[in-house]
């Protein structure tokens, strides 16, 4: 018989191994369960559902003194739950529902295919009207309609109507919000994230447990801009009128503050409805291209100026200097015309500028330099300072550079030179002349143009303007500018205020078409860019009347219902009334004596004779323009 066995001392340390682990598995537990429960939880929703986003409510966007231009609403979705539905019900509820909506004939076939169906969930329409919204309401309450639902949505919207049929104001500069929430152009696509907000993140589990937030986002940011909705409506006004008396294919302005940047408006006609971007989009997506900074042209004449600028600093002229403006001149094989095909003999340089002569600016590129290449490089360092041929930087999508050739990477040729001298064979964008304008009369800073003025109502910080020419040259530019608007004419009496300090350049440029391998005949682009103020240029406003045929064609005159200058007087007169710029009138005579006001004074003898302003056509042999 076998000895007994005392097992008290083995099961004593059995239970202490089972504690121990118990006491480790529970404190493991605790651990995972709660130190890491919420995280572990997190995963597994991730694991079982796709997160979810729902965008937030959308930040306004207001004018300088706080008008709305673009804002969120909300619109009904129009669902019908056909499954709850009677099969003899369908069509009745059907053809009610056609009939608040306007639906006939193939349209209102497919609702009641639709319905027919008897999904337990179809969106019959994505924004209903309040009307509409209301129609269905009285239905549900009639008993008309049954198994439907109206589903609030957050839809953008631009509540101001244009200055053109068929527009909202500001549309080319504010853009719109698309079907996803995405801004798309001007203003709603460059602030895009600051609009929008952060979404919040929701996770819907498969469990049966519904969906829980995660994220409760944040809502967007509001953006009060520089522009003024009385003068862009006013602007978008004057356009449309234009356009129409020109038959122009386009008609654009903008007008900016010459010591900020500020874009003040900003226009183009056609525009378009931004509430309606969709059946824009399906019939003309080139619409939504702002032409003030998207697209580029060949401005003319308004490039006489920089020569003018150029030739000041560097000595080659003053505004007295002798030039012999012969009828044309010959550089090399090519030959550059006056637009009259006429010569005015010898004048002063300023008088050069006023009758916007081609030959004699032609001359005086020349003189820039010890030859051609030294001149062109002078030229062309001059339009790189006052910003031609590079983006201004401006707060919006979509902005170009131009099309400016770099004689230091390809050589310019005499006519080459003489061409863009006066703005054939350079392309540029509005945005870029109205900033190389101000600085030739703000003192010779180069501002940064913006239109965003405030975040969330604290005011955002100007850019840094470096000055790229002297004040005394910028003062000489502006009298300069003064002489061009009031030495001719026809052109002083569409273009001075009286009163009021005023100056510009014209310009007009004929149209090079790639495909013909030719000028466009009788087409042109007319261009005015100048400066309005009391005392001082308080706004400087860009005019292009683009792809139009004048009613009057002739040697050295082209005439148009509405001229670039006239429009120019008309929009600068609506940005006194609207920016309440007092006359000069109210100034002590020492103050509004100021040297940019004096104009109509000292008027060149030549003056009531001149019957053209030279300002329209370069004849290079019909030879096509220099590529830029």
Known sequence: MLGRTDRRGRLTLLLVIFIVLAVALGARLAYWQLS?????????????????????????????????????????????????????????????????????GETANRLEQTVERGDSYAVIARELTEEQSEAVRQGVAD????????????????????????????????????????GQYGVEQRYQDLLAGRPKLVLGGSDGTGGRVVDEGTPGGDLQLTIDASLQLLLEKELYAAWVADKASRVSAVVVHPDTGDVLASASVPAYDANDYAAIAARSPDSFVDPILGEVYEPGSVMKMLVAAAGYETGAVTPRTPIVDAASVRLGRSRVDNADKRGMGTIPFEDVIAYSRNVGTSLVAMRLGRNVHEAATVLHGMWRRLGIGTRTGVDLTGELPGLVADPRVKRWTSIDLANRAFGQGVAVTQLQLARAFAVMVNGGRLVRPRVVAAIDGVATEASPAPRVIRPQLSAALRRLMARAASTIPRIARGTLIPGYAVG??????????????????????????????????EAVIAVQIHRTKPQILGQGRLQLSITSYELFRRIAVDAIDVLAIPSSDSLPPSEARDDATAVGQGRSPRADAALVTGDHVASVDRAPPAAP
Do not use: C
């Not at 589903?151 to 919207?157: E, N, Y």
């Open 504 to 537: 510009g350049k014209t310009g007009t440029a004929q149209i090079w078409d790639p495909k013909r391998g030719d000028w466009v005949p009788k087409t042109f682009n007319f261009s005015f860019v100048g400066y309005v103020g009391q005392s001082k240029p």
């Open 36 to 104: 890491r429960g919420e995280e572990l939880r997190t995963m597994a929703l991730h694991r079982i559902a796709l997160p979810v986003e729902q965008a937030g409510l959308r930040g306004d966007i207001v004018d300088r003194r706080g008008t709305v231009l673009a804002t969120t609403s909300y619109r009904d979705l129009l669902a019908v739950h056909a499954d709850q539905l009677p099969p003899a019900r369908r069509a009745t509820v059907a053809r009610e529902l056609a009939r608040i909506l306007g639906y006939q």
């Open 143 to 182: 008993g008309k309609l049954s198994a439907v639902s109206l589903d609030p949505r957050p839809v953008r919207f631009y509540p101001n109507p244009g200055g053109a049929p068929e527009t909202t104001l500001a549309s080319h500069l504010l853009g719109f919000v698309n079907g996803e929430g995405r």
